[in-house]
């Protein structure tokens, strides 16, 4: 899709963008499949389904929509290699392969990909699917991305930026030229995510992650998640305001770590992200 747009690139190396205004911008509905840090009951891991088409990470709440549903996922964008994220795509491919004439597309970094060749599709834990039924004609194919540089699928703009979790990962940038939303991945402290987020004049949506309680301080910095007064100290950063939802929450701490959010960030009026919730861009 033409957009006219004027690109400008910061220290950061991540675009900064103001799209000239124009007439057909898409609206772009993202529905939340799964938000929380683990299973149990109706929790499921973190997966966004946007338009249809393309996922956003791809944890246990893919595995709730339909075998149509699941058929018209052309591409999954990867933002690491963790199991809670990653672990629909095998069961997936799977599943709808017989159905679909064109590959599935798996987006990563160089790295995220590189750790899914060698320890998911491996033949081990599941058949190397850019293999089958050949290489020429595949049922999945990599496509690596660069933080920073942005994908663009039909009016949705897809750029993945910096996170810093114990594995290579990255958040993304979802937008349409009218809004823009920002999912901060799993991250720890990251002063890179807040010049994105500084530099996006139009978000509308931020989804960041609190993954611990405040009690679990030690266990957020070893694990590289944050806790409510680190998520404090990181919107203490930021100048634009969004509505802000809070995903990644451990199952049985939700309460808890919701009310000390509130207690730490309550200016930015925090709220706990839910399945099922829709954003429209
Ligand atoms: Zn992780
Ligand atoms: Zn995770």
Redesign the pocket.
């Known amino acids: 899709m033409d957009r006219p747009s004027v690109l400008n690139r910061d220290r950061s190396g991540v675009d900064t963008r103001s799209v000239v205004a124009h007439a057909a911008v898409q609206s772009v509905k993202v529905r939340v499949l799964g938000c929380s840090g683990g299973i149990g009951g109706k929790l499921r891991t973190t997966s966004m389904l946007v338009d249809g088409d393309i996922l956003i990470d791809a944890g246990t709440g893919v595995g709730d929509l339909t075998l149509e549903q699941l058929a018209k996922i052309d591409h999954i964008f990867v933002s690491?290699s963790?199991l809670?994220?990653v672990t629909s795509i095998p069961f997936l491919v799977d599943t709808v392969c017989w159905m679909r004439r064109s590959p599935i597309v798996v987006y990563g970094i160089k790295e995220v990909l590189d750790i899914l060749r060698a320890h998911l599709f491996n033949w081990k834990i599941w058949p190397d699917f850019t293999q089958i039924p050949d290489s020429d004609k595949p049922f999945m194919v990599y496509r690596e991305i660069r933080i920073g540089e942005a994908v663009e699928l039909a009016g949705r703009r897809i750029t993945p930026i910096p996170a810093n979790?114990?594995?290579p990962?990255v958040g993304y940038l979802l937008e349409n030229g009218r809004n823009a939303l920002v999912f901060s991945g799993?991250t720890s402290p990251n002063p890179a995510l807040w010049k994105v987020v500084n530099a996006t004049a139009n978000l509308k949506y931020l989804i960041i992650e609190t993954a611990f309680s405040n009690k679990e301080r030690d266990i957020a910095v070893a694990?590289?998640?944050l806790c409510p007064d680190m998520l404090a100290a990181e919107l203490e950063q930021m100048r634009a305001s969004p509505e802000v939802f809070i995903t990644h929450l451990k199952p049985g701490e939700g309460a808890l770590t919701m009310k000390e959010i509130t207690q730490a960030a309550g200016r930015w009026r925090p709220r706990m992200l839910e399945n099922n919730q829709e954003f429209l861009l």
């Open positions: 690491h963790h809670d994220h979790h114990t594995v990962a799993d694990s590289k998640h």
